[in-house]
Structures are given as structure tokens and as C-alpha cells.
């Protein structure tokens, strides 16, 4: 089923619950805890992850790199939008409360409990598969865990890097869209937009605003990471941030939704055409130094950038088109996977140690590893956090009503 939906926000559409992109929120989310439950099978994570399995496999090097290229851009095109909807229903000075409540608080609680678990499960695993000094474990350790190069924001850098775009929204709507003049250059943003929206490759041709930041990458693996430091990397930021800036317009421009809810067949087709080309490019020039430098570096982050946004467009594409009802248990995973986003990665590390030297089929390491991650995130989320106010911290205050005051709310409604 395919949503249409005007091009400018009515006051209902404010108001509005968006389940498709609710339920496209968590996927990605998910996909963050699967992407990180697979690492430790990777052949080219090295001992840059908390630990290395005795079992490697292509099919993971593939999965791993393509999870990579879609789950972070859509998390960030999805926060743009609803942080536009969020300051369309309650201002500037409610939108920076909510954002303080929602992403500041977290960080600065989780981030220490966090670092503290992973690094000492790290050095843990270090110890505990090569029999070394906890000296040497230290030694071991990445730059990103290390506090002499930076602060560790580890797997929360999104969180981060969600607060200073917010930020910079805030100082956009309070000074800078006061001196600027004219409509202008929100006319060609309109125009263009609208252009793209009536096309199925306008995803590509707003692929064109990625090239620039891709071309930055410097890692050899797609978006660099930022696990470390307050002061962001730039490419990755500014790419990241034109996803956020998309998905901020996205919501005075809701054709674009609908677009990629139409297109979404040939965003998919668009987007497995170029993995694939991707993965081809990558495999053939493995083991060369044109993988990191010159032109076959430049040329692999500008396929990049274009398998993206198809991918992304076309993943929430599906979502909306498929998910615009309400379901109770897609609500439940949306809410679900902020919490489990945030505590996964010690879990999965503590179960990819405990698995890693043997030499079981890496397909049933990655079902060990899983099922009890998964069921200590649901136990704990279900028990200790959605009616606590743990959950107030994350989710809102939504979560302490009782079953029967949610009913009530859905039948008004």
C-alpha cells in the first residue's frame, strides 16, 4: 500500500504518528546490533574489534560492508525529519529540552557505565585468547578506546553527533534564517526537491550532494568511523549531516516520502546494481595499493555514495509502504531499540569472546551470540525499563501509562 501525502505539513500531519518510519527507525537500529554481533567474524576487522573468531567468512565480509553503506545515512535522514516534526509541535524552547532529555542525558549517563564495561571486557578477551599481560591487553587496545586520544564515544557517537546537528538547527532557525534574506534558495530547494520527487532516479541526482563528502573518506571502508573525539571528523560529519538536512526537509516536503515510497522498486534494482559493482570493485583491487589511494579509492566513495541514497531511499521506501498502519509490536520494536541500541555492545562482545577460539561453523556462533543478546535486551527493556524511568529517559513519559489508558488513546484517535 502506498502513502500520499500533500507536500506541505497540514496541523494533523504535526501531530500525526509516522509508523512506517517508526518501524524503519528500529530496523536500523537493529541492523547496528546485527552489523556489530557479525564484526568479530570479519576477516578484515582485525583485532581493531573486541575480539577475532577463529571463523571467517566471505558471506560476512559481504554482509558486514553492505549493512555499512544504508543503516547509519537512513538512522540520520530518519532523526532529521522527526526532529523537524518534534520543533514543529512544541518550538524551539520545547525542542531543545526534549532533545537535552533525549539524547544529552543519555550520553552523558550511559557513555561512562558504557566505556567502563567495554573496556574492561576488552582487555578481558585480550587476556583471556592470548594468554597475555593485562599490561599487554592494554597495549592492545584501539585508538578510539583509549582516553589519551580522545573521548571514547565508542558506538554513541551517533548520540554526538545528534546533538551538535540539533544544535545547529537551533542556531539556524534563532539567527542565521533572521539574516538571510529572500525566499530565494528555499524556492530552489522546493523546486529541486519537487524535480527529484516526480522521478525515479532523483535519488541519484541527490546523490550528486554526496559525492563531495565521500570523496573526504579516508578509512578505505565506505563512511569513516567516528567512535573518538569531541571534535567530529569532517567528512564524516558533513556527510551524515546532509542526510539529517534531507530528512529535515523531507518534512515540509512529505512528496519526497511518497517518492521513495513509489520509487522503491527501482531504488532497490539501483541500489543491488551498484553494491554488487561495489563489492566487485573492492574484490578486484583487494590486496593493492590502489584500494586506499588515487583513483580507485575515489572511485569506490563515489559508488558509495550513489548505493547510499538508493538504498536508503529505497529502504524507506518499503518501510512506509508496507508499515504505515499501526501495529502495537512494530511500536514496541521502535521503542525497544533505542535501549537496545544502547547497551548491545558489551553483550555481544562478552558472548564473541566466550565463542571465539573454537572451531564451531561461524552460522551457529552468530545464532549463540544472538539469542541471548536479544533476550537480555527484551527482558531487561520489558522489566527494568519501559515503565521505569528509564524508559521516561528514552521514550517518554507515554511509557508509564498503563495498557488500558493506551487503548483509550488509540480509540480518540
Known sequence: MTMHLRSQPTLRQATVRYHGLDAARAIALFIGIFHHGIESFVSYAKWDWITQDSQQSLVIDILFYVSHVFRMQAFFLMSGFFSHLLLSRV????????RAKRLALPLIIFLPLLYGATYSLWVWGIRYLRNGTYEHAVSEL????????????MHLWFLYFLILYCVCAVVYLSLIKKLITGE?????INKFVSYCSRRWWGSLLIGMFMVGPMLGMTDGFGVDTSASGLIPRLAPFVLYGVYFALGWIMFKRLDLMNSMSRFKRQNLTAAISLIIVLVGVNLALMGTSSLHTGVGRGL???????????AVFAFIGYMTAYFSAHVPKIRYLS???Y??????????????ILL???EWFWAMKLVLIFIPVMLIIFISYKYLVRTTGIGVLLNGAKNLKSNADRSKAKVMS
Request: no cysteine; proline share 7%.
Open 91 to 98: 518550538g524551539i524552547s520545547g525542542f531543545v529540552l526534549n
Open 142 to 153: 584501539p585508538d578510539y578506546m583509549v582516553l589519551s586520544h580522545g573521548v571514547p564515544l
Open 184 to 188: 530565494g534558495y528555499r524556492l530552489s
Open 300 to 310: 569506490i566513495n563515489i559508488l558509495y555514495a550513489f548505493a547510499s541514497i538508493s
Open 335 to 337: 521503542d525497544a531499540s
Open 339 to 352: 535501549w537496545g541500541y544502547l547497551i548491545h555492545l558489551p553483550l555481544v562482545g562478552y558472548f564473541q
Open 356 to 358: 571465539a577460539p573454537y
